[in-house]
């Protein structure tokens, strides 16, 4: 049997194929369609299928991670959406907390007040209100609710957020209202805030609720227009969906719950740089992730991925109340486009050329200049060795893209690729400083693991502006978010509000509450048809001393706890307080405000020792080029050099070699220049290393 990963992005869809039964492996590229993501997806499976040999049938599982929902929400291009709400409070949306995003800024952008997930006219409420408790104050009065559902199938709303204060300590009201919404508008999504984020703060809470409802529709249209294609071509498979946290869902949990894709297509690629740092035992790791339209940056710390906190969890500048690895992501891709702005500045990104018409060197219509275009000018790419030689690029369109920038500029056409080459890696050291440098994190005490049709042929550049001495490319670089698929757990998470005091703490009622949430979960597994023994279990608390606004999370070192246990989660919350603000109070109260349990589904890992090796042999036929000029910036002064043009596929564990070089293969390209050696690891991987002035 064969599991595949289908990873979507904004230039290429990527195919990662295992073979169960041999342990062989196969991979496959194809151009996107941004217009319907599905389409690149359902064509290039049937490819994959047809080129191996693979019969239909024998398909086990497909994962899958899509931006269909991030891009709804970047691109402002969601549903329409209505919310039923308690009378007073329909402006919670648009008032927030009263806080700046930049404290200093007199031109701001307020997203959720500039970019209105739900426009205020759609915004109605009902007479309804519990305590902060839970308890019924004023009854549900159901008289209006059939009129706002007449206006707002007359105004063409086509998805409903039902979101009251303190529905996370009981939500019955949101249900009744709920049931009556589905009646009225069966057609419709809907969903409610005690579903999407069953925890205090209503503005988060809020704004969480709006956004599932302003991506549901086409995300629950694309998961499902998707499994019907899929079950056409491998009727016998089953459909996994990445999710935000790093696990996998079904596509009838997306579909109830769509705002867990925000970021699952980003996140594969850091649960394989997770695997590459367990497997070779590495701690610390930044895993840069570059496509054609961006750059994707998680970071490993003592072997684990960051996970965003609570009071920085957002999508577009839209505060989240959800699990989310910290995938820090900018516009710098192969198709960033290069520019001289109005003020005279030379610009890279974020716009992009994306898959079509994609960058000048594709012949495909497109004609501004973009990474790519500059790769190839310089030499570094190999424009007959693209996608085992289906895609030629042309270095003559490439020239001509940049001559425009050049003599706005006033300089070359290889003095310009230079430039944007340089201002696109500066642009993601950046980006990568604001997830280190500023968190209190050396970078030089990391590796550098980069991936992505882009990241090899950028990396060296990023780790020697951040003063990054080692960078490792693992063996199929072009697709390892499609491999991030294949080694994730299906995953689900619970969260309760509890806002309990260490002196005034009840442990029973601690402990009822994650059995609970414990059954909750287990039966969300058996509706998955899982195997019930295989769940595995982890908890964890958001503490905060008493009066503070925010909370760590703490792991709870057992889902059901004695008192002994409890101390241990104090102390372990003095010490990461210390650690993240540099002080910490001993003896004043602390307050459990929530507690989280995460159940995944434990499973035989047959990729712990998986070799990427496939069965093909790339470019037969070919004849193989051995040295090629390719310019440097040296110093900061343009210089040419003799390089080695070597195929990935003839590389042997052990082999060393000076730079410069330039090693290609079927997903990307590798560049290893002047000043730098290179090295191939047991598992094919390379290690690419800084000279030092002691070595020779």
């Given at each position: 049997?064969?599991?595949?990963?289908?990873?979507?992005?904004?230039?290429?869809?990527?195919?990662?194929?295992?073979?169960?039964?041999?342990?062989?492996?196969?991979?496959?590229?194809?151009?996107?369609?941004?217009?319907?993501?599905?389409?690149?997806?359902?064509?290039?499976?049937?490819?994959?299928?047809?080129?191996?040999?693979?019969?239909?049938?024998?398909?086990?599982?497909?994962?899958?991670?899509?931006?269909?929902?991030?891009?709804?929400?970047?691109?402002?291009?969601?549903?329409?959406?209505?919310?039923?709400?308690?009378?007073?409070?329909?402006?919670?949306?648009?008032?927030?907390?009263?806080?700046?995003?930049?404290?200093?800024?007199?031109?701001?952008?307020?997203?959720?007040?500039?970019?209105?997930?739900?426009?205020?006219?759609?915004?109605?409420?009902?007479?309804?209100?519990?305590?902060?408790?839970?308890?019924?104050?004023?009854?549900?009065?159901?008289?209006?609710?059939?009129?706002?559902?007449?206006?707002?199938?007359?105004?063409?709303?086509?998805?409903?957020?039902?979101?009251?204060?303190f529905s996370f300590r009981n939500n019955t009201h949101e249900n009744h209202v709920l049931k009556i919404v589905k009646e009225q508008m069966p057609s419709a999504f809907v969903t409610t805030s005690s579903s999407v984020s069953p925890q205090f703060r209503e503005f988060e809470r809020f704004t969480t609720g709006a956004?599932?409802?302003?991506?549901?529709?086409?995300?629950?249209?694309?998961?499902?227009?998707?499994?019907?294609?899929?079950?056409?071509?491998?009727?016998?498979?089953?459909?996994?969906?990445?999710?935000s946290s790093g696990g996998l869902a079904t596509p009838e949990m997306i579909m109830e719950h769509p705002e867990l894709t925000l970021l699952s297509g980003l996140v594969a690629g850091a649960n394989a740089g997770l695997w590459l740092a367990s497997k070779k035992g590495m701690k610390n790791l930044i895993t840069l992730?570059?496509?054609?339209?961006?750059?994707?940056?998680?970071?490993?710390?003592?072997?684990?991925?960051?996970?965003v906190s609570s009071r920085n969890a957002s999508i577009a500048g839209y505060p989240v109340q959800l699990p989310m690895i910290d995938i820090h992501t900018i516009g710098a891709g192969g198709g960033s486009i290069a520019k001289v702005d109005a003020g005279g500045g030379f610009k890279v990104g974020p716009e992009s050329?994306?898959?079509?018409?994609?960058?000048?060197?594709?012949?495909?219509?497109?004609?501004?200049?973009?990474?790519?275009?500059?790769?190839?000018?310089?030499?570094?790419?190999?424009?007959?060795?693209?996608?085992?030689?289906?895609?030629?690029?042309?270095?003559?369109?490439?020239?001509?893209?940049?001559?425009?920038?050049?003599?706005?500029?006033?300089?070359?056409?290889?003095?310009?690729?230079?430039?944007?080459?340089?201002?696109?890696?500066?642009?993601?050291?950046?980006?990568?400083?604001?997830?280190?440098?500023?968190?209190?994190?050396?970078?030089?005490?990391?590796?550098?693991?980069?991936?992505?049709?882009?990241?090899?042929?950028?990396?060296?550049?990023?780790?020697?502006?951040?003063?990054?001495?080692?960078?490792?490319?693992?063996?199929?670089?072009?697709?390892?978010?499609?491999?991030?698929?294949?080694?994730?757990?299906?995953?689900?998470?619970?969260?309760?509000?509890?806002?309990?005091?260490?002196?005034?703490?009840?442990?029973?009622?601690?402990?009822?509450?994650?059995?609970?949430?414990?059954?909750?979960?287990?039966?969300?597994?058996?509706?998955?048809?899982?195997?019930?023994?295989?769940?595995?279990?982890?908890?964890?608390?958001?503490?905060?001393?008493?009066?503070?606004?925010?909370?760590?999370?703490?792991?709870?070192?057992?889902?059901?706890?004695?008192?002994?246990?409890?101390?241990?989660?104090?102390?372990?919350?003095?010490?990461?307080?210390?650690?993240?603000?540099?002080?910490?109070?001993?003896?004043?109260?602390?307050?459990?405000?929530?507690?989280?349990?995460?159940?995944?589904?434990?499973?035989?890992?047959?990729?712990?020792?998986?070799?990427?090796?496939?069965?093909?042999?790339?470019?037969?036929?070919?004849?193989?080029?051995?040295?090629?000029?390719?310019?440097?910036?040296?110093?900061?002064?343009?210089?040419?050099?003799?390089?080695?043009?070597?195929?990935?596929?003839?590389?042997?564990?052990?082999?060393?070699?000076?730079?410069?070089?330039?090693?290609?293969?079927?997903?990307?390209?590798?560049?290893?220049?002047?000043?730098?050696?290179?090295?191939?690891?047991?598992?094919?991987?390379?290690?690419?290393?800084?000279?030092?002035?002691?070595?020779?």
């Amino acid at each position: 049997m064969y599991s595949i990963g289908i990873d979507v992005g904004g230039t290429f869809t990527d195919f990662f194929c295992f073979d169960h039964s041999n342990q062989q492996t196969f991979v496959y590229k194809i151009a996107s369609t941004p217009d319907d993501p599905s389409q690149a997806v359902c064509t290039g499976l049937e490819a994959l299928l047809t080129k191996y040999s693979i019969k239909p049938t024998e398909v086990s599982t497909i994962f899958h991670g899509t931006t269909v929902g991030t891009n709804s929400i970047l691109e402002g291009k969601g549903a329409k959406v209505g919310l039923i709400t308690n009378s007073g409070f329909r402006d919670i949306l648009h008032i927030g907390r009263h806080q700046r995003p930049q404290h200093y800024s007199i031109g701001q952008e307020i997203p959720w007040q500039n970019r209105a997930l739900i426009e205020r006219k759609f915004r109605k409420t009902i007479d309804c209100r519990l305590d902060s408790s839970g308890n019924e104050i004023i009854p549900l009065d159901e008289t209006s609710i059939l009129d706002h559902l007449e206006f707002f199938k007359n105004n063409n709303v086509n998805s409903i957020l039902i979101a009251f204060l303190f529905s996370f300590r009981n939500n019955t009201h949101e249900n009744h209202v709920l049931k009556i919404v589905k009646e009225q508008m069966p057609s419709a999504f809907v969903t409610t805030s005690s579903s999407v984020s069953p925890q205090f703060r209503e503005f988060e809470r809020f704004t969480t609720g709006a956004v599932a409802a302003f991506i549901g529709p086409k995300v629950t249209n694309y998961i499902d227009n998707l499994s019907y294609n899929l079950r056409k071509i491998c009727p016998e498979s089953e459909l996994r969906i990445m999710t935000s946290s790093g696990g996998l869902a079904t596509p009838e949990m997306i579909m109830e719950h769509p705002e867990l894709t925000l970021l699952s297509g980003l996140v594969a690629g850091a649960n394989a740089g997770l695997w590459l740092a367990s497997k070779k035992g590495m701690k610390n790791l930044i895993t840069l992730d570059i496509g054609g339209t961006s750059a994707d940056i998680s970071i490993i710390n003592n072997g684990q991925l960051n996970e965003v906190s609570s009071r920085n969890a957002s999508i577009a500048g839209y505060p989240v109340q959800l699990p989310m690895i910290d995938i820090h992501t900018i516009g710098a891709g192969g198709g960033s486009i290069a520019k001289v702005d109005a003020g005279g500045g030379f610009k890279v990104g974020p716009e992009s050329a994306g898959a079509s018409p994609g960058p000048a060197c594709y012949n495909l219509g497109g004609s501004k200049p973009t990474v790519t275009d500059a790769n190839l000018v310089l030499g570094r790419l190999l424009g007959d060795r693209i996608l085992d030689g289906r895609m030629t690029l042309d270095t003559q369109m490439a020239e001509k893209s940049l001559e425009k920038v050049s003599s706005t500029l006033g300089s070359t056409i290889n003095q310009t690729a230079l430039g944007t080459i340089s201002v696109l890696n500066n642009n993601m050291a950046s980006a990568i400083r604001s997830r280190t440098i500023q968190k209190g994190i050396d970078p030089r005490d990391f590796s550098l693991c980069a991936f992505g049709g882009g990241g090899p042929l950028q990396a060296v550049g990023v780790a020697e502006i951040l003063g990054i001495k080692e960078v490792i490319i693992p063996q199929n670089p072009g697709i390892m978010c499609a491999f991030g698929l294949l080694i994730s757990r299906i995953e689900y998470h619970s969260v309760r509000t509890l806002l309990m005091t260490k002196t005034q703490f009840n442990l029973s009622f601690l402990n009822e509450t994650l059995t609970e949430m414990k059954d909750d979960l287990i039966s969300i597994f058996e509706r998955d048809k899982a195997d019930t023994k295989l769940i595995s279990f982890e908890a964890f608390t958001d503490l905060r001393y008493v009066g503070q606004g925010y909370e760590l999370k703490v792991p709870l070192n057992s889902d059901m706890l004695k008192p002994e246990h409890l101390e241990e989660v104090w102390d372990a919350f003095h010490k990461q307080h210390k650690q993240e603000y540099g002080h910490n109070f001993t003896s004043a109260d602390i307050e459990m405000v929530s507690v989280k349990l995460k159940a995944h589904i434990k499973k035989e890992n047959p990729y712990e020792e998986l070799s990427f090796e496939s069965s093909f042999d790339e470019y037969s036929g070919r004849s193989d080029l051995t040295m090629k000029e390719v310019e440097f910036s040296v110093e900061g002064k343009p210089q040419r050099f003799d390089t080695e043009i070597i195929r990935r596929n003839n590389l042997a564990g052990g082999i060393q070699k000076m730079g410069p070089n330039v090693v290609y293969q079927q997903d990307s390209t590798t560049v290893v220049p002047p000043g730098w050696t290179m090295s191939v690891d047991d598992d094919l991987s390379l290690r690419l290393r800084k000279l030092d002035n002691n070595n020779e």
